[in-house]
């Protein structure tokens, strides 16, 4: 682990004049021991490419080339920080790639080099679920962890199993493709400004590729139709995603082998794979 020569991040904020900006879901994470910490979680990073969204004045990052990396791409879209993300490539030559971009626009594998590559990032409360849910979707997968900081809801709602109040689309899509952990609790008072609620990392390793659920858009279709009305049977709540199949809620659940009075939180992960095969098969041939 590398020793840290950079001022503590409270001084760089004075001196690059930075704030969080409440419109980006900025909050900013200013103990180096912590995302050292958080920064661990992606395991041994001696030959990993890593990427970072949403650096911000960096303590995250900081914590990542501390820890080890072959390289560290951050992806920043407010040019505010850019000054300060200079100030830490230069106390790590040639090991940080700065690219000033939308995360949910750009395109990650294009400057990715080949290799181990993880994703580490205290992603912005306002977009973290759209992000999480693009990297699912990546096909193929190109990471091999992500270690990823959430509002607390959030993250509880990726790692949720059936029959937790959780429980929902979510941890659906988020398990049908990797296993999913809750590792670190952050409380609001680690953050400036603290944010109204507590914070999360979950960490997120995928499934072999065999064990993958191969149609999240299928998936993704059926499971925001069911937990959309949450409160109604199946039945009654699959109405849209059976419309979009150009057939009926029970001929789906019937194909699936589904209760048609049940409830979308008392169906498993693998009851909603198979629900989402039965929707796919209904589409083709309506087409």
Known sequence: MADDPLPPLRDVIAAHDLGAKKSFGQNFLLDLNLTRKIASLAGEMGGTHAIEVGPGPGGLTRGILA???????????????????????????????????????????AFMEDGDKVILSNLPYNVGTLLLIKWLEADPIWWRRAVLMFQ????DRVVATVGDKAYGRLAILSQSVTTARLALK????????????????????????????????????????????????????????????NTSSDDLLDAAGIDPGARAETISIEGFQTLARAWRAARSAAS
């Open 152 to 155: 607390r809801e959030v993250a």
């Open 67 to 109: 820890h080890g990396v072959r390289k560290l791409t951050v992806v920043e879209k407010d040019e505010r920080f850019l000054g300060a993300l200079d100030d830490i490539g230069q106390a790590w030559p040639g090991l940080l790639d700065v690219v000033r971009a939308d995360a949910l626009e750009v395109d990650e594998t």
């Open 186 to 245: 952050i409380p609001a008072r680690a953050f400036t400004p603290p944010p109204k609620v507590e914070s999360a990392i979950v960490v997120l390793d995928p499934l072999p590729e065999a064990d993958r659920f191969d149609d999240l858009e299928a998936l993704g279709r059926v499971t925001a139709s069911a937990f959309g009305q949450r409160r109604k049977t199946l039945r009654k709540s699959l109405g849209q995603a059976a419309g979009q199949a």
